[in-house]
């Protein structure tokens, strides 16, 4: 009896150190800013459900209602700064020529009226594509969108020049190193230099290749923050951050806020130290991390949170925000 007792004394005495090292109230709030990034603009959202790489997404969209937008297009991205997004994230091609252009999927089959890779098409081939052409919440009995995007994939340069001063992400669709290059070469058309405005995301090689033509800047892998978070969720309630979480970005998903050891300003406080980005997504389901979409996870998100929230369906959730 006696041996039971005093070792629930000593547990007892171990647990108050641990939940005062976790203890969140007592972490400071976090520095910077929020900075809300309007993925592809305004775009109209999709279901995420059994999605897989080869899905064609423009089939599954939810009625667009009154949102004229098509995304990854000057006029959505421009709107969705309007409507308070501090940062766009767009997708990135080569063409077979040489310039680099905005636009979601690898191929043109699914959203446009015409075929084949991106990057096996001319920019004049893809300037005669209509982006709007695939949309449709009904199965293909209806097309909201068609005829409304002839000529509206923009370039890298048009994207530039048309949000100067708008903070961009830019995300590679493909492995190839190669894409860097072609992209800083974009800005080099453009005239514009590549500061801490710009994010980079991609595959390990392209990300490699990005931050020796542009250091300094920031550029990540998705995968590195599954890499911080595995061995954060074992270990981190010792108050020891795992060297995997050190210099990186680490990206949450809301549903999986509740897992992270001294969350949130603890884990923030943890981060800011480590020179680590934190990225707020949505969910993380079925293998699918989807962007915040509903207007009621903003309550969800910390209230002094100072870091990137990643948000879909922006033509609803600007106004939320702002209210």
């Known amino acids: 009896m006696r041996k039971s007792r005093v070792a629930l004394i000593a547990l007892a005495a171990a647990a108050v150190p641990l939940t005062l090292i976790n203890a969140s109230w007592l972490a400071p709030r976090p520095p910077g800013r929020l900075v809300v990034v309007a993925d592809r603009g305004i775009a109209v959202p999709f279901d995420r459900q059994w999605l897989d790489d080869e899905a064609c997404t423009a089939t599954r969209i939810r009625p667009p209602g009154d949102n004229p937008y098509i995304e990854n297009t000057l006029p959505s991205l421009y709107r969705a700064a309007k409507l308070g997004a501090d940062a766009v994230a767009v997708q990135v091609h080569p063409t077979r020529d040489g310039r680099m252009v905005v636009f979601h999927d690898w191929t043109v089959d699914c959203r446009t009226d015409g075929h084949g890779a991106v990057r096996d098409l001319t920019l004049a081939e893809l300037k005669r594509l209509d982006v709007g052409y695939g949309y449709t919440a009904d199965g293909g009995r209806t097309f909201p969108f068609r005829g409304k995007g002839v000529g509206a994939m923009p370039t890298v340069e048009e994207l530039l020049r048309e949000l100067p001063a708008e903070r961009i992400v830019f995300i590679f669709k493909s492995r190839d ?69 050190r210099n990186t970005t680490v990206i949450v998903p809301l549903n999986y806020r509740w897992a992270l050891w001294g969350w949130p300003y603890r884990f923030l406080a943890r981060m800011a130290k480590a020179n680590s980005r934190v990225v707020i997504w949505g969910s993380y389901r079925h293998g699918i991390l989807a962007p915040l979409d509903r207007p009621e996870q ?26």
Not at 210 to 220: H, I, K, Q
Not at 233 to 242: A, E, N, R
Not at 298 to 323: E, I, S
């Open 177 to 245: 190193p190669r894409d860097a290059d072609a992209l800083v070469a974009a800005f080099r058309r453009a005239g514009i230099a590549i500061d801490d405005k710009y994010g980079f995301n991609g595959a390990p090689a392209v990300v490699a290749r990005m931050r020796r033509l542009a250091p300094g800047a920031w550029a990540y892998d998705p995968r590195a923050a599954r890499d911080c978070l595995v061995p954060y969720l074992k270990i981190g309630w010792t108050g020891i951050l795992p060297a995997s979480c």
């Open 298 to 323: 903003y309550d969800q998100v910390p209230a002094d949170f100072h870091g990137w929230l990643w948000v879909d369906d922006f033509y609803q959730m600007g106004p939320a925000l702002r209210r």
